[in-house]
């Protein structure tokens, strides 16, 4: 650094202090990193191993597809990364089950978890602000930008109030996020829903405004696949599992378009995880890339104990069972993945709708399920 370089800066920080992030180019062009979403295949149609740290993102699509799920998935691995910090759950439509948030956080981290219900959005923007600018927060989720009352609806006639409430509160809100997702290093994730394409001509079409769109720096809407899996409950068959497609329409970190596939349970069973089936999906991708050889009912890994082990069930148990196991398959896996990418995560025109048809390759794992 030179020192009219040094004097600018030192002027400068000086006179607005820690409130923006204000230093040498060449010292805060490498300060953006990644943490996983929960799903090993939509990590890599992100492009660069999960959602990045200081960004805002999106997660949207229609009803029961599991955006709220991924977005708990998420809170769990950031506060998993960053022990000394705590994660905001905004929930603004006032349905959280917290049973059901601990089934998917895990009972251990719900104490670093701050839960706020804002009335609208208006105040849950005030409520973010005030929680993020203290840097102790790594992640925080708004759900939900379509399901968010505005102040206008709430001091207002509905007939007065209503319209463009929603998108001028939004777009308040995106405007705060993006700046200070940035400048204290936190991942703002708003879960959205997908609205009808009224015209016919097959658009995705989100609630929020352009400026919400704007400060989105990543989108995933989220589909139901083909997949189902069946178990049986108290002598009925019951579906339990849904297989979900995930398409990235926007993304700042890498190409946009590609559209990964995961399995998500809605119901717990002995047989199946609740949520995203992590161990199954670890194990189907480690089998794609040759990261784990199976030979009949064996599987092979240096890792492994004795550097084997018997039946896919004593597989999952023991990676399960084993983080760094786990660890070492996921990077295995994920450095491999460009090689079969197209099987993995597809990428298409980030404009057009999800495809309703199984892709080749990793997708047919979910028709080879639900036969199993």
């Not at 998993?80 to 601990?102: F, G, N, S």
């Not at 994920?334 to 309703?356: E, F, K, W, Y």
């Amino acid at each position: 650094m030179t020192a009219t370089a040094d004097k600018l800066l030192a002027g400068l920080k000086k006179q607005f202090g820690d409130d923006a992030k204000i230093g040498m180019a060449s010292d805060l062009q490498d300060s953006r990193s990644f943490e996983s979403s929960g799903s090993l295949a939509l990590d890599f149609a992100l492009g660069n191993g999960g959602w990045p740290t200081n960004r805002v993102v999106e997660i949207a699509g229609g009803e029961h597809v599991g955006k709220s799920t991924l977005a708990m998935l998420t809170v769990r691995t950031f506060l998993l990364a960053q022990p000394d910090r705590c994660a905001v759950y905004l929930d603004l439509e006032h349905k959280i089950d917290m049973t059901w948030a601990a089934q998917m956080i895990g009972e251990e981290l719900m104490d670093r978890i701050v839960l706020m219900q804002p009335l609208h959005i208006e105040s849950a923007s005030d409520m973010y602000v005030s929680a993020v600018s203290t840097g102790t927060v790594c992640i925080a989720v708004l759900d939900s930008i379509g399901g968010a009352p505005s102040m206008q609806a709430v001091n207002k006639s509905a007939e007065i109030g209503v319209m463009g409430g929603n998108a001028i509160g939004v777009g308040r809100f995106a405007r705060l996020a993006a700046s200070h997702s940035n400048v204290f290093n936190c991942l703002t994730i708003g879960v959205n829903q997908v609205r009808e394409d009224m015209a016919g001509l097959h658009r995705t079409i989100r609630p929020g405004g352009m400026a919400w769109k704007h400060a989105v720096t990543q989108s995933v809407v989220l589909k139901r696949g083909q997949g189902k899996v069946h178990d049986k409950i108290n002598g009925e068959d019951v579906q339990v599992g849904q297989e979900i497609k995930g398409k990235v329409i926007k993304n700042g970190c890498a190409p946009p378009g590609r559209t990964a596939s995961w399995w998500f349970f809605n119901i717990p069973t002995d047989r199946y995880a609740f949520g995203i089936d992590t161990m199954d999906e670890i194990v189907r991708l480690s089998l794609l890339t040759n990261v784990i050889e199976r030979k009949g009912a064996w599987y092979f890994h240096p890792a492994l104990p004795d550097g084997k082990i018997q039946s896919k069930d004593r597989l999952q148990d023991t990676i399960r069972d084993d983080d760094s196991l786990f660890a070492t398959l996921r990077s295995e896996v994920m450095a491999r993945l460009g090689d079969v990418a197209d099987q993995v995560a597809p990428i298409s025109d980030p404009d057009t709708d999800i495809p309703d048809e199984p892709s080749a390759g990793y997708g047919n794992v979910f028709k080879e399920a639900a036969d199993e």
